[in-house]
């Protein structure tokens, strides 16, 4: 078993700590403004220790995610976890990018697969896959922990950096999954965030199966902003299904033709399923947190903070 | 063996329409296999071109230089007299022909894979010539031409109920089978291993086979 790596991040610290975390996700989009982006951050600040900013997320191309994970933290004062997939980069161009995020103070990263080009919106680029994600793990514990890069080349300056991985324990068959995740805390990961939940006994059941990992794990949660979104989520995020009864209860609240009275019966769906599910995360499972992806929704965290923690 | 697919026939009209006499020829082993070069499907060429053909006629293996130059040695002639040659081979008889015949050389078919044949029509992708390999590892499945992502680290997120991302989940995950096969194999601890990154070193420079 490979030594403990410092807590370098505030996630990390708290986490550390025994803290029951929150943090939040932003989704840099095909623009050169980040005015939106700040929007959220400053927003969801109150709410959540830090924010995961999406690297070119269902393979669409956008905006790097590197800047807006530092623009955020200079700007907004919120910890970014820097998203970082092995799709669009070889070896070279990671290296590159974690040590220019090092530079720029970035504390966290997540070391992520990404969906394959074929799902995005460039589906004829060549997806590049020189690393896997555990083979970038391995790379980042190099950087990190010995100061070298791959080769066993010397790097100048330091890379305090905690990293997180992603495991989906919707995945049926698990076993492989689980197997999966261990290999990756075995050569260096920090955390776990895992794929969007809606089923509690699945979200149970995996984290009893990571137990002997001894690797906090933050359970994703996905609040929906819209019938629009769900309905989206369900048929197009790979390994995600969203449950029957609340897409319905999504599907009723869309024909309230009164805007604003649509936002707040889609609020109030959202936190009769989630305020439920956080607390029961919360109070009976050994998680360390949540991961919330609500994206563009900052809105619901406030009632959610005040219901569930 | 070589898994190829005859090119729409209206791309082999466009790309034979500036050449004035065309020889083909056709591949008596993979093509003939996949029926998309063999002596029918050469026939059928040749009759579809009628107005231009010189000749033609089927190498037992064009890949194989020595083949080539034993069985195209009774065209000579024909094939000199051609402005080029329409080859229904793979890539590498594409290029064999083009380099022994010296002519311009037309590929009338696309090389897709190197493939197992289950029934004429019905090939899969199982070799990605990667030059390092792992079979021994991996339960006899290989995550190189079987995962998209080429995981030597899988499955990743994209699987579900077994079945992978790409292809709208009609496609075996092939971590998944190999999970499956060294569960069977009881040789779990070949799955859960780290493997590192590739050295694609040797492989950038070894484009030739030389002993």
Known sequence: ?309 | MIITKQKPFEKIMEMTEPFGKLFVVGCGKCATVCQTGGENEVHGMVEKLSDKISGFTVVEEPCDLRLTRRDLKEHKETIAESDAVLVMNCGVGVQTIAEYTGKIALPALDTMFIGMTERIGRYYERCKACQDCILDETGGVCPIARCPKALLNGPCGGQVEGKCEVGEYKDDCAWVLIWKKLTEQDRLEEFTKFRPPRNHYTKILTTKLIS
Not at chain 1, 4 to 25: C, N
Not at chain 1, 100 to 118: E, F, P, Q, R, Y
């Open chain 1, 1 to 309: 078993m490979r030594n403990k790596r410092p807590a370098y991040s505030d996630l990390m610290k708290e986490i550390r700590e025994g803290k029951f975390v929150l943090t939040g996700e932003l989704e840099p989009e095909k623009t050169t403004g980040l005015e939106e982006i700040l929007v959220s951050a400053r927003a969801m600040k109150p709410y959540v220790i830090a924010a995961n900013v999406t690297d070119n997320p269902l393979a669409m191309a956008f905006m790097n995610s590197l800047v807006p994970s530092y623009v955020v933290q200079r700007d907004v004062g919120l910890e970014t976890v820097y998203q970082m997939v092995i799709r669009d980069r070889n070896r070279l161009a990671l290296l590159s990018d974690v040590l220019a995020a090092a530079h720029l103070g970035i504390k966290n990263i997540l070391a992520i697969s990404g969906d394959h080009t074929v799902l995005g919106d460039h589906k004829g680029a060549l997806p590049v896959y020189d690393l896997d994600s555990a083979q970038f793990v391995y790379m980042l514990s190099k950087l990190i922990d010995e100061g070298v890069d791959l080769e066993g080349n010397e790097i100048h300056g330091k890379v305090p950096i905690n990293v997180g991985i992603a495991a989906n324990p919707n995945a049926n068959p698990l076993e492989p999954e689980i197997l999966k995740v261990e290999r990756k805390t075995k050569i260096g990961a920090d955390f776990i965030q895992t794929q969007t939940m809606f089923d509690i006994d699945l979200t149970k059941e995996f984290l009893k199966e990571t137990e002997r990992l001894n690797c906090p794990t933050l359970i994703g949660v996905f609040p929906l902003k819209s019938f629009g979104i769900a309905d989206f989520f369900d048929k197009y995020i790979p390994g995600v299904s969203v449950p029957k009864d609340l897409l319905e209860s999504m599907r009723k609240c869309k024909e309230e033709p009164d805007k604003e009275k649509r936002k707040m019966l889609y609020d109030e769906v959202n936190m009769e399923f989630f305020a439920p599910f956080i607390r029961e995360i919360r109070k009976t499972t050994k998680a360390a947190g949540v991961h919330v992806m609500a994206v563009l929704y900052e809105r619901i965290l406030e009632p959610l903070v005040a219901e569930t923690m």
